[in-house]
């Protein structure tokens, strides 16, 4: 590609709309532009990483066995009927009329267009294992589209969902999915982990997320020093007036998703909030630090694991406290709206999942929920969950970390749950009537690239993982309109590299080298060779790699072979 051909729009401005790194990137270098909430325009160079990303995903799929259709994304709301999920899904089904007025939704996910499928398509086990995947457009009405493409309304995901005669065939498939998800992050160069999850609104009992790992990450994780166990901590605060809980209390579920503000856990702690609060936190009997942390402008609800005992009775801790405890978990420092939601994510259907749920006792005070991702037994009282991360901790003899995720994938064991509502069966071997066994597993294609982004940048912009790089190398000319015989060099080297299979651009639009450097630095590409007058009288070009801080000079072999 000629990027003189090429539509680039780089900007030097940094956009005060964007609250973390790849955001203002993704702006910056011309990536993304908005639309409106949550609804984002890919620009010709974001696209050509999306499509990347969107190739890794496809060739790992199809390497493990799935095979692609294409579902519409617009879904009748029969279908929905048939599994109950017109009511339950929510605030995030984006609901409509066509002219005959008959409701449609903004398919969210496709578990009942996939099950209608199967129900026209698979007659006979003869016909299982299968895996369906397709690489589509979801639209879900987040309470808060933010950080840009990563929580977008309408964002590209990858959800594939299979099909089996047996519990066993899908215990078997979910390993080989999770196997192939490992590959997939993987080969785009992510540091990622996969933790145990709750299965949320698309229900099911075993579930796995992977997360990239990252400071900006809305995910608290908790690993364990001791052993392998690694879960999604799900919290949740709420206010109350007079927050006390007493061991022996009962706990009630909460009925339905609350919205907190910074003001009702202000209210809650019984201080007057002020601009300046940079979090909010309180001290439990024993020392330690229990809820309520701001971070960014935004405020997120964190337990710390293990602390949940101080609930019983703590205090608000002063500010030498907040900031020996903020000093322990970068990130959390920033400016405070006092009225942005804080998510509270437990809600009745979660936490009927969830192995330790939201409560409240009499007074409507709620304590956490942790997904622990083992088989516990509902608590009920306060002391009960106590005895839960008691428990926990022991078992392994470890200490639990917390470390933040950004959620890129989530595979699910769905079970029966989709075809015995749907009505789906295919004849045994015996000739029988039998329900599949399903499971379904998604990827956050247009998510991964600003997540990729969060762990692959620096100062002066993104650093690529060579397989999401829009191009590979970049060749930039000096002065391309001035002197021909190093136009007509930089051509004949853009050509070559092609020729090899480096997927490369040639930068002839005459920009001064030092405007020219800034934007190749800032789109991240990571192989630059510069070709010049002075380097090609002494047979040279100038080679720098996107993470190298010294450029050199190379002939033209030695400028191949960093191509391995
Ligand atoms: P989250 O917890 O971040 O809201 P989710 O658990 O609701 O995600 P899933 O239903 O598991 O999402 O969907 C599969 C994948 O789709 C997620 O793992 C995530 O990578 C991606 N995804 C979900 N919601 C969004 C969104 N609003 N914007 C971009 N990607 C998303
Ligand atoms: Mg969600
Ligand atoms: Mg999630
Ligand atoms: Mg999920």
């Not at 709301?77 to 605030?91: I, P, Q």
């Not at 007074?363 to 997904?371: E, I, M, S």
């Not at 930089?490 to 934007?519: C, H, K, S, W």
Request: hydrophobic share 45%.
């Amino acid at each position: 590609m000629r990027l003189s051909q090429f539509h680039l729009h780089t900007s030097k401005e940094t956009p005060a709309e964007a609250e973390i790194i790849s955001h203002k990137l993704m702006l910056k270098a011309g990536m993304i532009r908005k639309l409106a909430a949550g609804l984002y325009t890919w620009s010709p160079l974001g696209l050509r990483v999306l499509r990347k990303v969107e190739r890794a995903v496809r060739e790992e799929m199809e390497a493990a066995g799935a095979i692609e259709v294409l579902m519409p994304s617009v879904q009748p709301k029969e279908l929905w009927e048939e599994t109950g999920r017109w009511e339950k899904f929510g605030g995030q089904l984006l609901k409509m009329q066509d002219r005959k007025e008959a409701w449609y939704c903004y398919g969210p996910t496709h578990e009942e267009v996939i099950t209608d499928f199967a129900r026209q398509e698979l007659s006979s086990y003869k016909q299982l294992p299968v895996n369906f995947f397709q690489i589509q457009t979801k639209f879900r009405d987040e309470i808060r589209p933010r950080f840009g493409v990563m929580r977008a309304r309408e964002f590209l995901m990858k959800d594939a969902y299979s099909f089996h005669v047996s519990d066993e065939d899908l215990g078997r498939e979910y390993r080989n999915m999770y196997d192939a998800y490992g590959r997939i992050f993987t080969r785009l160069g992510l540091t990622f982990r996969a933790v145990s999850a709750d299965s949320g609104a698309i229900g099911g009992a075993v579930s796995h997320e992977f997360h990239v790992l990252a400071d900006s990450g809305e995910d608290a994780l908790a690993f364990s020093t001791g052993s392998d166990y690694a879960a999604n901590v799900e919290a949740a605060v709420a206010a109350d007036p007079a927050p006390r809980a007493a061991a022996g209390e009962s706990l009630r579920k909460i009925d339905t998703p609350h919205q907190k503000t910074c003001e009702d856990v202000a209210a809650l702690m019984g201080i007057a909030l002020q601009r300046t609060v940079k979090s909010i936190a309180a001290v439990a009997e024993d020392g330690t630090f229990v809820l309520a942390l701001v971070r960014g402008d935004h405020a997120v609800n964190e337990i710390k694991l293990g602390k949940v005992a101080g609930l019983a009775g703590y205090r608000l801790a002063n500010e030498a406290e907040i900031q020996q405890f903020l000093g322990s978990e970068p990130g959390f420092l920033g400016p405070l709206n006092p009225r942005q939601p804080i998510r509270v994510v437990a809600d009745r259907e979660v936490a009927a999942m969830a192995d330790f749920v939201v409560g409240a006792n009499e007074k409507g005070f709620h304590l956490a929920g942790v997904n622990w991702g083992r088989d516990l037994p509902e608590p009920e009282t306060v002391a009960d969950i106590r005895n839960v991360v008691a428990g926990d901790r022991a078992a392994d003899g470890g200490e639990i970390g917390i470390a933040r995720g950004i959620e890129v994938g989530h595979v699910f064991q769905l079970g029966r749950k989709y075809a015995e509502a749907m009505k789906l069966t295919v004849l045994d071997a015996n000739g029988k009537a039998a329900v599949p066994a399903m499971g379904c597993y998604g990827i956050g294609v247009s998510r991964i690239v600003a997540a990729a982004i969060e762990q692959n940048h620096d100062e002066n912009g993104i650093a690529w993982p060579e397989a999401m790089a829009p191009w590979q190398a970049v060749v930039c000319v000096i002065n391309p309109k001035g002197d021909a015989a190093v136009a007509e060099a930089a051509q004949a080297l853009y050509r070559d590299l092609n020729a090899v299979g480096i997927e490369t651009a040639l930068d002839d639009r005459g920009l001064r080298p030092g405007a020219m450097f800034a934007d190749m630095e800032l789109i991240g590409i990571p192989h630059r060779i510069v070709v010049s007058e002075r380097g090609l009288s002494a047979g040279t070009y100038e080679y720098r790699h996107r993470r190298a801080s010294e450029s050199e000079n190379l002939d033209r072999a030695a400028v191949l072979a960093k191509f391995g």
